[in-house]
């Protein structure tokens, strides 16, 4: 006898790659610092577009990598989904709920949920405290996960969880190295068992022979711990060994998203082609072939962006109508249902690929 199809359940209303779901979902996230003139009587003149309109998607278990210049407005992106900062406009959902605008037991209950490792592991942890108390402190703020007779036996089961000796806990962050520092930090953010952690800049204060290393060890608590994982960094290399997708943002917004091979293989915006033209690659013969696409002029403002397209006054294929038009963040007509790795989400009116040599992962 043939078996008769059973029906299935109903789809998610927004199934995601790979049948994952969101586990924070940001839209539309505006953020513009107000500037102002005057001593006594401030009188607001303009803003700064740290952040201009960025949406994007992180699913559970996933590393999305967020890369860009220095000013681009990553960390104000991070402080907006860790709630430290509350945004002009926009949304950011942890599972389904807005988190923006939540105080109180609701607030303290998703921050939990939420932690965040820092980029400096030198200056983010206190000199006078041990580093027991440092690991231990958000125990304080969350009594409900640690009992107080229990806090030590946990504390120095996380040390042990991120490769360092549990002997260590009453020892001062003064008495460790910048890698080791980066662990305790890391330690910390586990503390509340969190299911996200945003990283911003996790390695750049580090050397680069330890950032490997701090590397390697959140992939694995990743794993271990069933994490999502936001990872901020300026550095394109560090980013693709970490990240399953990766958005480059320029000025306050996202201008390419994808997969990390969409992007490091077939990068179709010339402000993320101009980036992986920059970055090293070990090899010397690939080094001879490559050529290094020049950005001109410095980063605009982002109290005065341009108009149209914000990149266009460093871009390599600016024309007129780029100054006029704002190119959406969109699949590029040329590969809509092509499924070329090239049709991903792109802004820009002439997106297409280019050969580049990049380094691999
Ligand atoms: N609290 C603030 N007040 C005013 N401007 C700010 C504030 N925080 C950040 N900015 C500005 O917002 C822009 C984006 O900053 P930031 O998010 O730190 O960028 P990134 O992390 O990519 O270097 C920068 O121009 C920065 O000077
Ligand atoms: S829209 Fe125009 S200025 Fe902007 S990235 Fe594309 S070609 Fe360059
Ligand atoms: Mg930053």
Known sequence: MTSVPQPTAPEPAAPAPGGREPIVQVVDLVKHFPLTQGIVFKKQVGAVKAVD????????????GIVGESGCGKSTVARLLMNLEVPTAGQVLYKGEDITRLSGRA??????????VFQDPYTSLNPRMTVGDIIGEPFDIHPEVA??????????????????????INRYPHQFSGGQR?????????????????ADEPVSALDVSVQAQVINLMERLQHEFGLSYMVIAHDLSIVRHISDRVGVMYLGKIV??????????????????????????????????RERILLSGDVPSPADPPSGCRFRTRCFKAQARCAVEEPPLAVPEVFRGTGSPAGHLSACHFAAEMPLVVPGE
């Open 147 to 168: 009992p107080k007779g229990d806090r030590r036996r946990r504390v120095r089961e996380l040390l042990d969880v991120v490769g360092l000796n549990p002997e260590y």
């Open 182 to 198: 980066q662990r305790i930090g890391i330690a910390r953010g586990l503390a509340l068992r969190p299911e996200v952690i945003v």
């Open 256 to 289: 390419e998203i994808g997969s990390d091979e969409a992007i490091y293989e077939h990068p179709t915006h010339p402000y993320t082609q101009a980036l992986l033209s920059a970055v090293p690659v070990p090899d010397p013969e690939a080094r001879e072939r």
């Open 107 to 116: 607030l303290k209950a998703v921050r939990r949920n939420i932690q965040m």
């Open 53 to 64: 309109g960025v949406s994007f998607d992180l699913f559970r278990g996933e590393t999305l």
